[in-house]
């Protein structure tokens, strides 16, 4: 079997999750993991797939025919996950006032300290009690044993209070 990676976009409208499905089934691959969203107007997402060996061209050819409906799909084969044993698992949550460069300061942290990002999930919301856009920002983080995760909330804490939002660990 073979992992292949695919990105898709387009033109957000009914019937697409099942158009890239029956794509998919009907070559011989099987839907594994996925996460999809409707963003400024467009239909976004990322999944992968497995596939018999033998199989696989034939599916790439089929995703990339896929773009004269409409859907542009980007295909990248993968070895398949792999999981590090020599680190810990923890989420960011962060909260706070939109502003630009949210993402870079706290990105540039994670990188200094060889941290990899497994997930980011972001979001503006409506303040509970105004009507203020909120950056709201959940990640899942590998960190590698060796990094004192004092170190790291102390890090944090240090751009937080600058960029005047709430980051917690868990």
Same mark, same amino acid.
């Given at each position: 079997?073979?992992?292949?990676? /695919? ?6 409208k @009914? ?15 099987n ?7 409707r ?8 999944? %992968?797939?497995?596939?018999p ?11 990339q ?12 084969r ?10 810990n ?12 460069g %949210?993402?870079?300061?706290i990105?540039?942290?994670?990188s200094? /300290? ?5 997930r /980011?999930?972001?979001?503006l ?8 856009e ?9 960190v @590698?044993?060796?990094?004192?995760l ?5 890090s944090?804490e240090? %751009?937080?209070?600058?960029?005047m939002?709430?980051?917690t660990?868990?």
């Amino acid at each position: 079997m073979t992992s292949l990676v /695919l990105t898709v976009i387009a033109p957000d409208k @009914p019937g697409l999750v099942e158009l890239l499905s029956q794509t998919i089934a009907t070559n011989g691959g099987n839907w594994l993991e996925s996460s999809m969203s409707r963003l400024a107007g467009k239909f976004a997402g990322i999944l %992968i797939v497995s596939v018999p060996e033998a199989l696989a061209d034939s599916l790439i050819e089929a995703l990339q025919q896929l773009e004269a409906q409409g859907l542009r799909v980007i295909t990248a084969r993968s070895p398949g996950h792999q999981t590090a044993t020599d680190s810990n698992h923890i989420t960011l949550e962060l909260i706070g006032h939109d502003k630009p460069g %949210i993402v870079r300061e706290i990105s540039q942290v994670l990188s200094r /300290l060889n941290i990899n990002v497994e997930r /980011l999930s972001t979001e503006l919301v409506s303040g509970s009690m105004s009507a203020e856009e909120l950056f709201k920002a959940e990640a899942d983080l590998t960190v @590698p044993i060796g990094v004192d995760l004092d170190d790291l909330q102390q890090s944090l804490e240090a %751009i937080a209070n600058d960029l005047m939002v709430d980051i917690t660990l868990n």
